[in-house]
Structure formats: structure tokens, C-alpha cells
């Protein structure tokens, strides 16, 4: 059974740069979450997709970011125009279509991304 | 919106005693509860989780207790391995249908000391 995966791990860039994260989730998985964390606090959530719709997305996701779910499987983030408070661990998770576990997710590795 | 608080932030215990950690949150309305451990550069796993239709769930080493009328839910490890060092975060999904998306607790970091 493959888990979430997610490319890159590491990203490094410049300040002002444009960067774009890959999500691939648990086959089957409708639901595909996109959270961030910062160093020493727990996960905060950005946005949500079911299947190819973006249904919800936080205050946090400012108009620099950007997501995507195009076919309904994998997805992408993109942050234009990069910030130094834009440096965290970007989780993916993705949760079964409904049913009894349909709120349980499950994550990926996170892409660690560090702005110059 | 929902809002997760957890204690202690670190805690240090002696292999083989046990390790319990604490979590309250404020939406009444809240009815999944997961823990995670997050192991250093790794995303978190998910090791448990209660829904608010049961008071207390195991598995192996592994419960969590619920109690809905104080807002509270709590993890509890026994025989504690070195292996169980990591940092451990509580969640709660917000009120209403839609994307169940989490609410997390500052998480807990569990040092065992062999």
C-alpha cells in the first residue's frame, strides 16, 4: 500500500522566487489537504480539494499561494514571489471517499522549504 | 473556530514507566479525535483515534480517553521504548460537515530515557 508522497523534500530558494510543491495521494483518496508548519507548533491548515474541487482554504493562503487539483489526483502548491515568513514544512494528506473513516488522514513526508 | 490546547510541551519519562499527555478543545461540536507522532524531518503518522460516539479506545501500549462534557481527551502510553521519543500532536476536526479539516495541538515532545 503506498502512502502519500510528496516532491520535493527539500527546496531552497531566493527570496522573490517562485516555488511548486507535488502532492500524490493514497490511491482512491478523494480528499487532499494541503497544511503548513512551522518550527515547534503543530500543522495548520491551508486548503482543501475533494476530487478536483477546491472547497475550503484558510485566511493563511494569500493571494502569493496557489493550489491545484486538475484530474483529481495529484496535486500542486505554488507560492509566487517567496518571503523569508514563507520558510516551513508543507504537509499533504489525503482521507478515503465517505464513509465511517472518511475524516481519518493520513500524511506525507512534507516538503521543507527554506527562503533565502 | 476551533481551538486545541495541549500539555505538557516535554516530557521526559524512564523506559518500561508510562507516558500520558493531555489535550482540551473549545467547539462542543467537535467529534473526531486523532493523535500523531512526528518523528524528526518525517511527516506526522497516525497512531490513534476516537470518535465521540466511544469513551476510550486501545491498541497494544496505545489508548486514548475521550470525555465530551469537559473537552478533553488524553493519550496514554504504557511500557515506554525508546522508540516511542518523539513529538506527539492532538487534533480535532471543527464544527460542521465539509473538510474535516484538522485543528492541531503545539504538540508534546516525549523524551524515554533508557
Known amino acids: 500500500d503506498t502512502g502519500v508522497s510528496q516532491d520535493p523534500r527539500h527546496k531552497i530558494t531566493k527570496r522573490g522566487q517562485n516555488v511548486t510543491f507535488r502532492c500524490d495521494p493514497i490511491s482512491e483518496h478523494n480528499r487532499l489537504y494541503w497544511y503548513r508548519q512551522t518550527l515547534g507548533q503543530g500543522p495548520e491548515f491551508l486548503t482543501y480539494f475533494q476530487n478536483e474541487a477546491q472547497l475550503e482554504k484558510s485566511r493563511l493562503l494569500s493571494d502569493r499561494f496557489s493550489a491545484e487539483r486538475p484530474k483529481g489526483s495529484f496535486s500542486t502548491l505554488e507560492i509566487q514571489r517567496t518571503e523569508q515568513g514563507d520558510s516551513a514544512m508543507y504537509l499533504c494528506a489525503s482521507s478515503p471517499p465517505d464513509g465511517t473513516t472518511t475524516d481519518t488522514q493520513y500524511f506525507g513526508p512534507g516538503t521543507r522549504l527554506t527562503v533565502l | 473556530g476551533e481551538n486545541v490546547e495541549q500539555h505538557p510541551s516535554t516530557l521526559s519519562v524512564q523506559e518500561g514507566d508510562s507516558a500520558v499527555i493531555k489535550c482540551t478543545y473549545s467547539d462542543s461540536a467537535s467529534n473526531y479525535f486523532p493523535w500523531y507522532k512526528q518523528e524528526l524531518g518525517k511527516g506526522p503518522q497516525l497512531i490513534i483515534d476516537?470518535?465521540?460516539?466511544?469513551g476510550e479506545k486501545k491498541d497494544q501500549r496505545i489508548a486514548v480517553t475521550l470525555n465530551k462534557t469537559a473537552k478533553h481527551f488524553s493519550l496514554h502510553i504504557t511500557e515506554t521504548q525508546p522508540e516511542d521519543s518523539a513529538v506527539y500532536f492532538c487534533a480535532a476536526t471543527p464544527s460542521g460537515a465539509g473538510s474535516y479539516q484538522l485543528t492541531f495541538g503545539k504538540g508534546t515532545k516525549l523524551s524515554v530515557i533508557p
Open positions: 476516537i470518535r465521540s460516539n466511544v
